[in-house]
């Protein structure tokens, strides 16, 4: 039995990978870059700046430090624009009745995202109350695949990696989680997400034992943390 939930935010809780999208979109146009919601994939969960740099790399393209920081603020104020208008409809389905479920069962819950936004998109959402802990881009150093966003998210819980249970929409959040020493329940298909311990299509129906015995069993097996 977990104590602890670590979850990402883009993909998981709330879809804003259209809002980065859009916003990588007019930077791309503005540099005459190729980018295509394809490319976009390899954005998720990737820091401001690695993003900026594969953008780059997609046009074979190279800039001076300087000149792309002011690109990946130009980008920060395209995608404030958008989650700026953002409600409650567009959480994902079933995030409400699962953080409501793990309230109840005395879980600690972390949010433990890439983004430098996390905390106004929380608020738009009218989510913030039910996170104990919010580990962001603001308070990391290095991005994911480093472990280094869950391992923070674990202590900010008064808790050991080991007993989190890390849920990632993305293949570096998987690795991430599992270099931390912590099972990763993957979002999404699992053909997209080889690595982790197991897969759900998305959070609604979800069931927090039935998640839990899952792991246990795998666990048992030798096949997760």
């Given at each position: 039995m977990h104590r602890g939930?670590?979850?990402d935010l883009d993909g998981v809780l709330v879809d804003t990978a259209k809002y980065h999208y859009l916003a990588w979109s007019k930077i791309a146009q503005e540099l005459g870059l190729p980018f295509t919601l394809q490319d976009n994939e390899r954005l998720k969960g990737v820091s401001r700046e690695r993003s900026f740099e594969i953008l780059l790399e997609l046009g074979g393209r190279k800039m001076e430090a300087g000149k792309r920081a002011e690109y990946c603020a130009r980008k920060n104020e395209?995608?404030?624009?958008?989650?700026r208008q953002m409600t409650r409809r567009e959480i994902l389905?079933?995030?409400?009745?699962?953080?409501q479920q793990a309230r109840k069962k005395d879980y600690r819950i972390a949010l433990g995202s890439a983004s430098r936004n996390s905390r106004l998109?929380?608020?738009?959402?009218?989510?913030?109350?039910?996170?104990?802990?919010?580990?962001?881009?603001?308070?990391?150093?290095?991005?994911?695949?480093?472990?280094?966003v869950f391992l923070q998210g674990a202590k900010a819980l008064g808790l050991a990696p080991g007993e989190c249970i890390v849920f990632e929409d993305a293949r570096a959040g998987i690795e991430a989680a599992h270099?931390?020493?912590?099972?990763?329940?993957?979002i999404g298909d699992k053909k997209d997400l080889p690595e982790a311990d197991l897969c759900l299509p998305g959070l609604q129906g979800a069931d927090l034992s039935e998640i839990e015995r899952r792991l246990a069993e795998k666990r048992e097996k030798g096949g997760t943390r």
């Open positions: 939930l670590l979850f395209y995608y404030l624009s958008c989650i389905p079933g995030v409400c009745d699962f953080l998109i929380l608020e738009r959402l009218e989510l913030l109350e039910l996170f104990d802990a919010i580990v962001d881009g603001t308070a990391v150093h290095s991005a994911k695949p480093d472990p280094e270099a931390g020493g912590m099972p990763a329940v993957g």
